[in-house]
Structures are given as C-alpha cells and as structure tokens.
C-alpha cells in the first residue's frame, strides 16, 4: 500500500525529486489514516480519532478514520483537506490542498462522497453530501459541487458545478441530481 | 461557556461520538480565545496575541483576541479558519473550515462582520466588511460576500453572495449594500 | 531583507501594533524560505526541502525553496497558502491565506505565476499556470485565474476571473490568454 502511495507521487508531481517524497505531509496522512481506518473497523473508535487528530495536527490534514481510501493515493500539499466519515475513494486518485469531501448536515448513515478510480480533485473543490464521482473524472479547482452526481470521464467546474468536458468532447451540461434513499 | 460550546458539537455533528469532542480542534480554540478575549481587554495585548498565535499554530484555527464570540459556537474541523478583530458573533453559530470573518483593508475602527444568532458559514465562505448578517442565517460552501448586509431568515450563496431562501421561501435577490460610517 | 518584511506588516495591517508582528507566521514563512531558497540555489535541495517541510509544520504556509520572493513581502494570516517552485514575486507585495500560487500539471520548466511589483493576491485566490501577473495589481479573494495573463493597473475578481478596474476605470473585460513555449 505505502509503495503504491509513495510511487503516486512522482507519477503525479514534477517538483518531486530523489527522496524528497519522504516529507510530503500527504504521504504522511494517508500512512496514519490506514491505520487509523483498522483501528475503526476494530470497533477502537476513539483511539482512531485521536491518531486522526494527532495527523491533522502534525499535517494539516483531516481524514476521518472512517473514510475508505484507495490504493495509488496522491495528496498534494493537503493543508485544509477535510474527508467525511462515510467518504469512498477510488485507485490512483489525486486531492489538492482545501479540498473538502464533505456532508450536508441534512443526511444519516452514508452522508458523504464516492470517488471511483483515476479522479483529480483540484484545490479548493467542495464536494458536498452522498454523491456519486465516476472514474477518469476531473474537478477543477475551486468547483463547488452539492448533492449531484458526476459520470465517467467528465471535466467538472464552476460554482456550480458544470460539466465542461464529456468523453473527451467540449459540452456543457449542468450535473444530474443525487437521488439518495435517506434524504 | 464551555459547556454550552461542548453541546454545540453534538448538536450539529453527527460524526460526534462518546468524548470525541475532547479533541476537536475548533473547542481547544474557542476555549483559547476566550481566555485570550479577557486578556485583549485587560489591554494585556501582546500576551492576548501571543495565546492567539499559539492556539493557530495548535488548531489551524486563527481568530484575533479581540474578537467577541457568543455562546454555544461551534466551529467544525476549522483548519483555515480567520476571524478579524472587530467581529462579533452571536449565540449557537456554526462556523466551518477556511471561513474568513476579515476586513477589506479599506475601513478603520469597526473592519469586521457582524454575525447574529444561529447563523451557519459554510466551507470557504469569505465575508469581508463591517457588515451585519441577520438572525437564523445560513450561508453556503464559497460564498463571497464583500461589504453587503443579510437580512434575518436568509439562505445566501454564490460569488458574489445573493439570496436564494428568505422566511422560508425561495427567492433570487441580490444583498443590500452596508452603509458604514468610516468608509 | 527582514526589515523590509517586518516594515510590510505594519504598512498594510492596521491590527499590528507594537512588537506584534514578530508572531506573525507570515513574517517567519518568509525568513525561513529566503535561507532554504539560498540552499536550493547552492543544488542544497533535500535541506532545502526540509526546511520548508518544517516550515509548514510550524506556520501552515507552504512555499517551495525554490520560489523567488521580491522585497517587502507582506504574508497576512498565511494559513493554506501554497507556492510553487518556480514562481516569481516581485517587491511589496501582499498575499492572504490560501493562495495558491501553482501549477497546471501540463506544463514543464516555468510551471508556476510571474507576479510584478505591488501585487495584492485575496484569501483563496487561485493562479495557476506559467501567467504574467503585472504591477499594481488587485485580485480579489476567491478570484480564479488559469493560464491567463494580467495587465499592469487592474482589478481582477470572480471565476473565471475578469478585469473589473483598469487604470482606475470600471471595466468589464476577460483576461488575454497566456502564450507558453512549452505547452
């Protein structure tokens, strides 16, 4: 897991050189968030927490402990990024500083994001509440994206979102609503 | 006061387990800014900055010692997180990460917002002047708000913030302009 | 150098007073990254890098050793504020938390903005790519910029970001596309 961790970062970032990649505060929280996600699972509910809590400290990362995150991870300088709880997230997925993968406030059980494989979320997006991300998606920075779904291989920005690229054609198409069964 | 901030959290976070909320940053720094707020005004100025500076470099959060904060606050993750001098905010807020309560570097006395009761700001909501949002407030994820006022009842979002929701009813109106003494 | 940095605070933050600013984390950002940039040019780069690791620990500003800063540099809050490696900034320039100063992921060599002298960049703007920024240049918070130049004497707000002020005129005009060699 740590390999595939560690090789998603020079696969992704031109600044990266030698051992350089040992610093990265990314790596460091999603190392931290593993571990904290078995000691979730293992019902250890606040030791978990204060690991999350300790890595937010020393990263300025915040991942709950009860996110899922997939293998091929790469997060990008990461201070303010805040994943949810019940967050999916995909393969070979890449999150900038001050993304947010966040909830509504007006959901219970599953109350936050699904990334499939191979999604770039760009600094400052806000995905909010139980949605679904398909795979080959890319999210601009600053997109703002509440409660709407986005298909394969679609190119998503604004505030809201939009979708500005579609199976490598230019479109604009606005996002399909999110039907959610505890809304 | 720190009771009722502790309330706050499970109030508005279903993430809230058991004593979990010991260790949210967002408690830690409003316990610190209160204790900070009786310095500022003890006029113990430099010690009142120096526990601000502390608290930021522990939570992420940065809210100036004299800034008034009213009871049952509850500031969620918070990383990023600027609050300016003069803004006063009222009773059960809610306030997320990379929110900026700031000035426009254009007014002098009064710089800041000012927030009444059970006023929400999303994620990366940026509300600059000495401006005044009404009671029973919610402001969404990336609203930009730049020297406006925001009636009571009111749901605001977009850059530049306008009112999609008032006294429960769905509406598209800009936000009155603030007339300050100073400007 | 540090007198010139120390002088920016007070010039642009009327909430300095006194020795304040010494517990500034933007002043400290700004020491450490011009020694770690000195490493970074003497081919230093895994100290360098450490360095700003370290940096980032102690004030959540992360600024690449190899950035180049002009004189004067007047970081406000900082918290989130990300800048990449080949950036330029030139003198008496102010920039507010989380700025991201960075890269477009298709570019090679100059990745990063150019930013002239009296540049003030608002909380959460976003420039991305190799663009020219100007001199005497305002670009309002949330503001989002992508491989587009801007002229000397304007106002930028908005996403995508649009000319509002030139040359002390109200205007309303979109930004020239940048022209890069190795695009």
């Given at each position: 897991m740590i390999r595939d961790d560690f090789k998603a970062i020079y696969r992704n970032d031109?600044?990266?050189?030698?051992?350089?990649?040992?610093?990265y505060a990314g790596l460091h929280a999603i190392f931290w968030q593993r571990l904290a996600h078995r000691l979730y699972k293992w019902e250890l509910r606040f030791i978990a927490r204060l690991i999350s809590q300790l890595t937010r400290f020393f990263t300025g990362i915040e991942i709950h402990p009860g996110a899922t995150l997939g293998k091929g991870l790469f997060i990008d300088h990461g201070m303010g990024l805040v994943v949810g709880e019940t967050t999916e997230i995909g393969e070979n997925c890449v999150l900038f500083h001050n993304v947010t993968l966040g909830?509504?406030?007006?959901?219970?059980?599953?109350?936050h994001p699904t990334l499939g494989n191979n999604v770039l979320v760009g600094t400052g997006a806000i995905i909010l509440g139980p949605v679904n991300i398909g795979n080959n998606v890319y999210i601009g920075a600053n997109t703002f994206i509440y409660m709407c779904d986005v298909p394969d291989n679609a190119t998503v920005v604004g505030t809201p979102g939009r979708i500005v690229r579609l199976d490598g054609r230019a479109v604009d198409l606005p996002l399909p609503r999110t039907v959610h069964s505890t809304e």
């Open positions: 031109p600044a990266a050189r030698g051992l350089e990649p040992i610093l909830g509504t406030g007006k959901h219970a059980g599953k109350r």
